[in-house]
């Protein structure tokens, strides 16, 4: 897309500024992590992603403060895919006591958001 750059480390730039916060359908995607983000929505789900420039938390303070380092995306998903799991999933086994069972699972809903961080 025109304007966007994604680093290595999942950092994402909009016309050369660092967006600050990511929104999928208008609510922070969890606690608005810009690298969990681009590195795991799946692209299929994408329908529409809007750039707020000037982005401020507080709206009716949008036009006092200074913001103009401030952008955010507020991403759309296609309707019938508003629902996912993401993450990694890491298994093992062996004989002798070795084992190794690590999910990290995420899922987003609009209504709600689940995290699974466990290591076993």
Do not use: C
């Amino acid at each position: 897309m025109s304007g966007f750059e994604i680093t290595k480390d999942g950092e994402i730039k909009f016309e050369g500024k660092t967006i600050t916060q990511i929104k999928v359908e208008g609510k922070r995607f969890f606690d608005g992590s810009t690298k969990l983000a681009s590195k795991n929505i799946p692209a299929g789900v994408l329908d529409k992603i809007e750039v707020l420039k000037n982005h401020d938390e507080v709206a009716q303070l949008g036009g006092v403060r200074d913001n103009s380092e401030n952008v955010a995306i507020n991403i759309k998903l296609k309707e019938g895919k508003k629902n996912f799991w993401f993450g990694d999933l890491m298994a093992g086994g062996g004989l002798d006591e070795r084992y190794i069972f690590h999910p990290k699972l995420f899922y987003y809903s609009p209504k709600k958001s689940i995290n699974v961080i466990t290591d076993f």
